[in-house]
């Protein structure tokens, strides 16, 4: 039989991260649009979405000024999808 690579979700690999921004909210809900709010997204943000989604939807956030949300109830967890 062939082998089968078991892939972590982010949130599993979140709950090891404490070294993120508001590491208690491990659960993705969506995106914000800093530009709407003339808002700029923070390193800090910019930091924990490529930690914990990836580097190229980090330099999509980071070139569109785009913020991942974040929530610790896990019933309001969105499915990831890339901003670009």
Known sequence: MGSQINKAVYYEVARYRRDVEESD???FMGWLDNDKQ???VTEQ???KTRRLLGF???EACKRKNISSR???DRKLAQEVVSPI
């Open 25 to 27: 909210k491990i659960y």
């Open 38 to 40: 003339a808002h700029r």
């Open 45 to 47: 943000n910019l930091q």
């Open 56 to 58: 190229d939807i980090y």
């Open 70 to 72: 974040w929530t610790d």
